[in-house]
């Protein structure tokens, strides 16, 4: 694994993924603590997440080859997303203020994530994974939600744009991905879950095309959450046992 860099306020040996983890988690628990109950909560969480990812990311890959990943390239838009909650209330604000300007030229936003199929069944269960969807907001090989794209979108990145292709195809199945890309993700996405947890949020991860079906159909989700709910449960994705994560997140964190 990549060894990760602290920020410049921590001391030089703390470094390595397990510290870069507690350093997050303890920077996402201040974010909630100083911002419960006010209206920017979101933002500031969303904002912290994404800037650490792609600051991180940045300082990991400076010395690595050049990313195949394009603009007109979504090969890996097909398969299922897993965000957590203020990843996807993000998207769902970003398609309602865009959605209008979209339809013009077009590209209707919520038509397109109506018609995609949910990866969890109205029994809870989730589909197999294996499973070929293509994102509702890849339009012409084009992310249209590219500014607020989850943590999963910027965290999947590949060296080799036939070994994806080949891999959707059901071919080649090692693509050579950038670690550090999948490392910080992992990181940032799990502290961020793990203060979350500790805040007395709700903290797992949902299929993000159902949760954004949820999200657009009622506007008091961000209230919801901020209030402590969890208006995603129905389709939270329970691969891994939230008792597992739990437990990891306390081996973690001592």
């Not at 920017?40 to 969480?45: A, E, F, G, H």
Request: net charge negative; with cysteine.
């Amino acid at each position: 694994m990549v060894p990760i860099a602290q920020s410049a306020a921590q001391p030089a040996e703390a470094e390595g993924p397990v510290a870069f983890f507690k350093a997050q988690h303890q920077g996402f628990l201040d974010t909630f603590s100083a911002y419960r109950a006010k209206p920017d909560l979101l933002d500031r969480v969303w904002m912290q997440a994404f800037t650490s990812f792609e600051r991180n990311v940045a300082d990991q890959t400076h010395q690595l080859p050049v990313l195949a990943c394009r603009k007109g390239c979504g090969t890996c838009c097909q398969i299922l997303v897993a965000a957590t909650a203020p990843e996807v209330l993000m998207v769902a604000r970003y398609v309602r203020g865009m959605a209008a300007g979209f339809k013009n030229v077009g590209i209707d936003l919520v038509g397109r994530l109506y018609g995609a199929a949910d990866f969890v069944e109205p029994s809870g269960n989730v589909r197999p994974m294996a499973l070929v969807r293509e994102c509702p907001f890849l339009a012409e090989g084009i992310c249209v939600i590219y500014p607020v794209r989850p943590l999963a979108c910027r965290g999947h990145a590949s060296f080799d744009e036939e070994a994806c292709v080949s891999a959707l195809e059901g071919g080649l199945d090692n693509v050579p991905v950038s670690e550090p890309h999948r490392t910080v993700r992992g990181l940032v996405q799990n502290a961020l879950q793990s203060a979350m947890r500790d805040a007395g949020f709700a903290w797992g991860l949902y299929d993000l095309v159902a949760a954004l079906k949820i999200a657009l159909a009622r506007p008091d989700c961000e209230a919801d959450f901020a209030n402590g709910g969890d208006p995603f449960a129905t389709v939270a994705l329970d691969v891994v046992s939230r008792d597992e994560m739990e437990s990891t997140f306390d081996r973690l964190k001592s």
